[in-house]
Every structure is written in structure tokens, then in C-alpha cells.
């Protein structure tokens, strides 16, 4: 069982930037963050899993967040990062952080979250413009 608390949403004008946080109770494979906006369905925004075989943090973001966004992990202290840049109003949403085996974040399908078993309770990003 793993607990996962968010922080660092808020409200930011357009071009702004914010910092996601997500703690975590213990140690995660694969840790991810996915949004919801009002009507519509959860999307995936960045996923990360520590590849042993070449030392580095594997990664992968939805198109959306491509150059805006980056998604990273302190493992030592167990908690995720989401910095995101350039926001626009669009990705005004409830930010989810979620944590899943670490071959979800190699799964095409990561993006639906059906992988990932642990989420938090989710942080409000409000961007206007």
C-alpha cells in the first residue's frame, strides 16, 4: 500500500509557472501524473521510472506537455516532481499524482492509467489567461 499526497497547485495567469509535488509513503516503480478537467475524461500528462540497466530516469509525456512540462524523482525521499512551464489555460485541471509497477511506465497504453493501483487526492491548477 502506498499513500500519495499532492501539493503545489494554484492559480497562475497564462505563461506562468508551477511546481508539483507528490509524496509518497514508499517506494514506487513507476510514478505518473495524470489531470481531469470538469467534463472531461483523465488524461495522462508524464510518467517516470528509474531504468537500473542504464542509471537513468526513463520518461514519457503526453504530447500536451512536451516542452512545457517536466516530469522527475527524488527516490531518496520518495517524492515526484511536475514543474510546469508556459501554462495555458487549458491545462486548468485537478492534477493527479499515481503510482504504479514500474513496467506502467513502459506501457503504450500508460496514458489511461488503468496500471497504476495507488493515487492521491489530487491538487487544482487553475491557469487564466
Known amino acids: 500500500q502506498v499513500h500519495l499526497v499532492e501539493s503545489g497547485g494554484g492559480s497562475v495567469q497564462a505563461g506562468g509557472s508551477l511546481t508539483l509535488s507528490c509524496a509518497a509513503s514508499?517506494?514506487?516503480?513507476?510514478l505518473g501524473w495524470f489531470r481531469q478537467a470538469p467534463g472531461r475524461e483523465r488524461e495522462g500528462v508524464a510518467v517516470?521510472?528509474?531504468?537500473?540497466?542504464?542509471?537513468?530516469?526513463?520518461?514519457v509525456y503526453a504530447e500536451s506537455a512536451m516542452g512545457r512540462f517536466t516530469i522527475s524523482r527524488d527516490d531518496a525521499k520518495n517524492t515526484g516532481f511536475l514543474q510546469m512551464n508556459n501554462l495555458k489555460p487549458e491545462d486548468t485541471a485537478m492534477y493527479y499524482c499515481?503510482?504504479?509497477?514500474?513496467?506502467?511506465?513502459?506501457?503504450?497504453?500508460?496514458?489511461?492509467?488503468?496500471?497504476?493501483?495507488?493515487w492521491g487526492q489530487g491538487t487544482q491548477v487553475l491557469v487564466s489567461s
Open positions: 517516470a521510472a528509474i531504468d537500473t540497466t542504464w542509471n537513468k530516469t526513463w520518461t
Open positions: 514508499g517506494a514506487t516503480g513507476c
Open positions: 499515481a503510482a504504479g509497477p514500474k513496467y506502467a511506465c513502459y506501457a503504450q497504453s500508460w496514458s489511461k492509467g488503468a496500471q497504476f493501483g495507488y
